[in-house]
C-alpha cells in the first residue's frame, strides 16, 4: 500500500521537488508497518462494526479489537478509519515492551494502549490501568475482556492524585479525552460544540493501589494537566525502579488549567533523577529550559542509567 501510494502521488504531482518529501514519507510509513507486524494482512477488515447505542467495535492495526463511542471527536475517528491512534506513540510502546513486563497505564482512557501492553507482555506479564472519567473506565472494562486481557490486567477507576480525595471531575461528551479536574472556558467547549458534566471522581495516589507489584517497567501519564498531582502520588513507585520507562503528555496550558506551574513538574521529576527526552524529536535528550519553552509533546523520562 504504502509503495502504491508514493507512486500514485508521484504521478498527480509530477514535480521533482516532491520525490525526497515523498521518498521521507515511504520510509517512515514502511518503518512503521514493520514494526507493527505486518498490518495490511487479513487480520485488519474493511471498517468497523456498529453495536447500537453510539458504540463500534474497531480492530486495531496491531491485532486488538476495541469498542469505542461513535460520538467521541478526538480518538474515536482516527480508530473507525484508520485503526491507529498516535501512530509514533504506538510504535515506541510497541518497541520498548518485552513479555514479562510490568505497565502501568495511568490516563488509560477507552484502553488503547492497555490493551496493545496486554498483548506485548503476555501472560506473563503484568498491566494496571487508571482512569477517573466513568463512562472510558467501563469501556476500558469492556475492551480489556473482549481481548482475554483481565487475567493479567487491573483496572481501576480512579483520578491519578497525590493522595486520598473528593474531585470536581469536568466530563466532556465529544472530547472525553480531555476530561480533567481542571474546568474548561465555556468558549472553547461552544467552538468545540461539546458539552461537560461536573461529576465526583474519587482521587488516589496510584502508589497505593499498585501494593506489592513485584516490578514496574513502564509507565505512561496522560491525565490532561493533573500530572504534578499524580507523580506525587508516584514518586514512590518512580524510586523504586531506577531502571523504569516513564513516558508522559507535556501540556504547559493544561497544566495552568489546573493550578499547577510548568516548572513545578519539571522540578518533580528532576529531583526523582529523571532526565527527559522528545519523542517527536526521535527521542533526543532535551534540556530544561527547551522543555518549558514547549507548547506540547511527548517526553520519555528516565535516569541516565536506564
Not at 504506538?90 to 515492551?97: A, I, N, P, R, Y
Not at 501540556?251 to 532526565?275: A, C, K, M, N
Request: charged share 20%; hydrophobic share 40%.
Amino acid at each position: 500500500m504504502v509503495r502504491r501510494t508514493a507512486v500514485l502521488l508521484r504521478k498527480l504531482l509530477g514535480q521533482e521537488q516532491t520525490l525526497e518529501r515523498l521518498a521521507g514519507l515511504e520510509g517512515r510509513l514502511a518503518g512503521l508497518e514493520g514494526r507493527l507486524g505486518g498490518l495490511e494482512g487479513p487480520r485488519y477488515p474493511s471498517g468497523p462494526v456498529y453495536l447500537g447505542d453510539h458504540q463500534a467495535l474497531v480492530a486495531a492495526r496491531w491485532g486488538g479489537k476495541l469498542v469505542v463511542d461513535t460520538r467521541d471527536s478526538l480518538l474515536a475517528p482516527w480508530l473507525l478509519l484508520d485503526g491507529l491512534w498516535e501512530s509514533h506513540m504506538t510504535g515506541w510502546l510497541h518497541d520498548v515492551l518485552r513479555p514479562g513486563d510490568t505497565f502501568v497505564d495511568v490516563g488509560a482512557n477507552i484502553g488503547y494502549y492497555s490493551v496493545l501492553a496486554g498483548l506485548r507482555v503476555g501472560s506473563a506479564g503484568r498491566v494496571v490501568s487508571v482512569e477517573a472519567h466513568p463512562g472510558l473506565a467501563r469501556l476500558l472494562r469492556r475492551n480489556v475482556t473482549i481481548n482475554g486481557l483481565h487475567t493479567r490486567t487491573e483496572v481501576w477507576q480512579r483520578a491519578a492524585w497525590s493522595g486520598p480525595a473528593e474531585l470536581q471531575f469536568h466530563q466532556r461528551l465529544h472530547y472525553s479525552a480531555n476530561s480533567s479536574v481542571g474546568p474548561v472556558a465555556p468558549e472553547t467547549l461552544e467552538q468545540l460544540a461539546d458539552e461537560e458534566q461536573v461529576v465526583q471522581v474519587q482521587g488516589v495516589a496510584v502508589d497505593s493501589l499498585l501494593g506489592d507489584l513485584g516490578r514496574v517497567d513502564v509507565l505512561k501519564v496522560d491525565v490532561e494537566g493533573a500530572e504534578v498531582h499524580a507523580f506525587t502520588g508516584l514518586a514512590g513507585t518512580i524510586a523504586a525502579h531506577a531502571g523504569i520507562s516513564i513516558m508522559f503528555e507535556w501540556s504547559p496550558e493544561q497544566l495552568i488549567q489546573v493550578g499547577s506551574r510548568p516548572g513545578e513538574l519539571v522540578d518533580l521529576l528532576e529531583g526523582l533523577g529523571l532526565g527527559f527526552c522528545l519523542l517527536e524529536d526521535g527521542l533526543q535528550p532535551i534540556e530544561r529550559s527547551r522543555l518549558l519553552s514547549l507548547g506540547y509533546g511527548n517526553v520519555l523520562a528516565r535516569r541516565s542509567s536506564a
